[in-house]
């Protein structure tokens, strides 16, 4: 059974899927830390810094009733913590403000008017509808068995 208008198939809706940093299919967006040309190397090593991050990102869009500009907020200080976790204290007093200026470019980057409706917006309507798609199944399934 499909929902008219919806496209939510109650019987097969759509899995929750993250993809770290950026939007599937989209252009990619670096998962690790950017740090200037002389740092780059001590940077790189922390290897995908911001990936889990960026996944708990992707379930707050996909979770039923979430509120998009808490999700992004909530972005930024994963991405800090993450990072300052992975690097310890030590490192992250090297590279502690260039994961601050990132995490808060990512942040912001996903609410700025001229780029929101065309990016994150679209990203998280979708990812809004399959949640209430997997919630309303979990309700039928329930109910009809």
């Not at 109650?10 to 740092?39: K, S």
């Not at 996909?62 to 913590?81: F, N, P, V, W, Y």
Request: net charge negative; hydrophobic share 40%.
């Amino acid at each position: 059974m499909v929902w008219e208008g919806a496209g939510c198939d109650v019987h097969n809706p759509p899995p929750l899927q993250v993809n770290g940093c950026g939007a599937a299919g989209g252009p990619g967006v670096p998962d690790y830390l950017i740090a200037p040309p002389a740092l780059q190397p001590g940077a790189a090593y922390f290897g995908s810094v911001f990936r889990q991050a960026c996944d708990v990102h992707d379930m707050c869009y996909g979770t039923a009733g979430s509120d998009k500009h808490q999700c992004d907020e909530r972005l930024r200080d994963d991405m800090i913590a993450q990072a300052q976790q992975s690097m310890g204290d030590s490192a992250f007093v090297a590279f502690g403000v260039f994961v601050v200026g990132q995490a808060t470019a990512y942040a912001k980057f996903l609410q700025w008017e001229w780029v929101e409706p065309w990016t994150s917006l679209p990203a998280f309507i979708k990812a809004q509808e399959e949640a209430f798609c997997r919630q309303d199944s979990g309700i039928f399934k329930g109910l009809c068995g």
